[in-house]
């Protein structure tokens, strides 16, 4: 099991940019592809970002698509989610999670092992 603890987020203005960390324990964590999602109050938790376990290939939601960027370093058993130009409607807790690479390209959160506590993010206008 992969313990994941996320940080980084904080109130900022449309249009700003914050960067997400999600940091793991586990000797694991390198052939793992990992995650990153949000839920908002009242919403269903939505897929935002994966990252295979080289963190050679990456798929997003179309709502982030060209203004979050996912990557991983893996010496320091680390995943970043870089979120530029952001918008009130990104406001939401913000979870990273694992996921076996037999199942990547998932964007069912019910495929996605390992979770984190989440961190806010919240965009005011």
């Known amino acids: 099991q992969v313990q994941l603890v996320e940080s980084g987020g904080g109130l900022v203005q449309a249009g700003d940019s914050l960067r997400l960390s999600c940091a793991a324990s586990?000797?694991?964590?390198?052939?793992?592809?990992m995650g990153w999602f949000r839920q908002a109050p009242g919403k269903e938790r939505e897929f935002v970002a994966a990252i295979s376990w080289a963190g050679g290939g990456r798929y997003y939601a179309d709502s982030v698509k060209g203004r979050f960027t996912i990557s991983r370093d893996n010496a320091k058993n680390t995943v970043y989610l870089q979120m530029n130009s952001l918008k009130p409607e990104d406001t939401a807790v913000y979870y990273c999670a694992t996921l076996e690479m037999r199942l990547y390209g998932s964007k069912r959160p019910a495929d996605f092992g390992s979770w984190g506590q989440g961190t806010q993010v919240t965009v005011s206008s």
């Open positions: 586990g000797r694991t964590f390198s052939s793992t592809a």
